[in-house]
């Protein structure tokens, strides 16, 4: 029934016609391609850059604790946010907020998140991230169906029935409310909890649906590291609006119900024009002259960025953690390049600027105004005891050795009944294949190939890079990864040490407009 499905959106979207080096479209920044998408223009004037205050997402407190978990709620709504100076913009969000709340938890602290559904269409929710059994990893057929059906039964009678939800076998699915549990026996990391519907992910995202799940634990506490008003969440997120007001997306189906996919040449991304940090347009922070952590996630569909702060700080950027938690030892970058679905955490030093100066993030892959992201005005010198030590966490290094075998997967734009998709092996998503079957307790080696851009993630396991190419790992690949930025004809080698939970669980593509169209496989564990 798949087959129905997927053969419907392939004929509709893709007709502009994806093949190797022709309709392509590349965002290019000075440095050739910098991202496999196109620019999507809004329809209205955008505001000024730096012109209204940065905030970060409220944190969500349990509603109830046991010896055994914390309980959270969250209800999937919609609501009318205040973006843009003097408009509403209709959101998706967790608890009708964008970025949804932050979910702040302790390391080996169970937490239970009651998410009820009052969207429209059926929803999935996946904590990025997460070591988490497959039944709440939020596999991307586990709907959970809306509380109030009447749009989904009035689009299903319409045209659903032989190409959308009505086509198509659903997996383990709840009507209305689901609680997924969260284990979270998992180093202090920067997680994500954002919806994962099959085929549908990037304009539920591109609405709002995406909030921070922060993991602490004991190893972190011993660093002293900068915390409360000096530790800031910042979710970037590139998006295009409407002359309404409203997010403008391309989708072939705007029901979100029947066919999946974007228009003509964003198949290849959706790169929106204006840079959003905590659903702020190029927000403004107020801040004291001293050390801060910034945990920088990149929620773009699919825009890679290319930090680097101006002017720049005493040590320059310097990078404590990624995907997976702390680094071994801290590195120094005078920039870090950032691929859609990867955190980095860092600490800038702001006490070496005169009060008063206007400090800037800056992304330089992107043009014009999509080179700037925020700004921070440093105010007065502040107390500070904190210096980075030199080691900060314990990182068992993987190695070639530890595989008891080695995959090869190929990330790439191809043929599928007679016309082009994105696909990995040849072979368009379906819930029913298996392209690896793998055992608990030991560790592998995948060879990833690319063709153009690909953040490819894992779920259930973080992962090493071993080498790009012939060379050894990038310089922004340090660390327990779990999504690694494939750039256009590379090749990587990742080590993976399966553990934890047997089930099937998936890996993808996280540019959402590949991820839609079918650049997605399972994995079995067991
Ligand atoms: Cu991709």
Redesign the pocket.
């Known amino acids: 029934m798949r087959d129905v499905s997927r053969r419907t959106f392939l004929g509709a979207g893709l007709l502009a016609g994806i093949g190797l080096g022709v309709g392509i479209p590349f965002s290019l920044g000075a440095g050739g391609s910098t991202s496999?998408g196109n620019l999507l223009r809004s329809r209205l004037t955008l505001p000024l850059p730096f012109t209204m205050p940065f905030r970060a997402p409220p944190v969500l407190h349990p509603v109830r604790s046991d010896a055994a978990a914390d309980f959270y709620d969250i209800s999937q709504s919609r609501a009318d946010a205040s973006i843009l100076p003097g408009m509403k913009t209709e959101i998706w969000g967790y608890n009708g907020i964008f970025p949804g709340p932050t979910i702040v938890t302790r390391r080996g602290r169970p937490a239970v998140v009651r998410h009820t559904n009052n969207l429209p269409v059926p929803t999935v929710v996946h904590l990025h991230g997460g070591r988490t059994p497959h039944d709440s990893d939020g596999y991307p057929i586990d709907f959970i169906y809306p509380v109030d059906m009447s749009y989904m039964n009035q689009h299903m009678d319409t045209h659903g029935h032989e190409t959308g939800m009505g086509a198509m076998v659903p997996g383990d699915t709840t009507i209305g409310q689901r609680s997924y549990r969260y284990p979270l026996d998992q180093r202090a990391a920067t997680l994500w909890y954002h919806d994962h519907r099959m085929d549908f992910t990037g304009p539920s995202l591109w609405r709002g649906l995406a909030g921070f799940h922060l993991v602490r634990d004991d190893e972190e506490d011993t660093l002293g590291l900068p915390a409360g008003a000096r530790e800031l969440p910042i979710m970037i997120t590139d998006r295009s609006f409407e002359a309404t007001g409203n997010f403008l997306y391309p989708s072939t189906d705007p029901s979100l119900m029947a066919t999946p996919g974007v228009t003509g040449s964003f198949v290849a991304?959706v790169l929106g024009d204006a840079m959003l940090v905590n659903g702020t347009p190029w927000p403004v922070a107020k801040i004291d002259g001293a050390k801060y952590r910034l945990r920088i996630l990149n929620a773009c569909n699919a825009r890679r960025l290319d930090l680097r702060i101006d002017p720049q700080p005493d040590g320059g950027l310097t990078q404590i953690g990624t995907d997976g938690g702390l680094l071994a030892a801290p590195i120094r970058h005078e920039h870090f390049e950032l691929a859609p679905a990867q955190r980095v955490d860092a600490i800038i030093d702001f006490a070496g600027y005169k009060p008063g100066t206007a400090v800037t993030l800056l992304n330089d892959f992107g043009e014009g105004n999509m080179s700037q992201i925020m700004r921070f005005i440093v105010g007065p010198k502040s107390r500070d005891t904190f210096t980075v030590p030199d080691r900060l966490a314990t990182i068992e290094p993987l190695t070639a050795a530890d595989a008891v075998t080695t995959r090869t997967f190929r990330?790439q734009s191809g043929d599928v009944n007679h016309t082009k998709g994105?696909l990995i092996d040849a072979q368009p998503f379906s819930p029913d294949n298996i392209s690896a079957a793998v055992k608990l307790g030991t560790v592998e080696i995948w060879r990833l190939i690319?063709d153009?851009?690909?953040?490819?993630h894992l779920h259930l396991n973080p992962f090493q890079v071993l080498s790009r190419g012939i060379g050894g790992p990038g310089a922004f690949d340090a660390g327990w990864k779990d999504t690694i930025d494939l750039r256009p004809a590379e090749e990587a080698a990742i080590a993976i040490r399966f553990e934890g939970y047997a089930g099937k669980y998936v890996f993808h593509?996280?540019?959402l407009e590949?991820?839609d169209m079918a650049?997605m496989a399972n994995f079995i564990t067991r």
């Open positions: 496999t991304g990330f994105w690319a153009f851009h690909h953040p490819v593509c996280h540019n590949h991820e650049m």
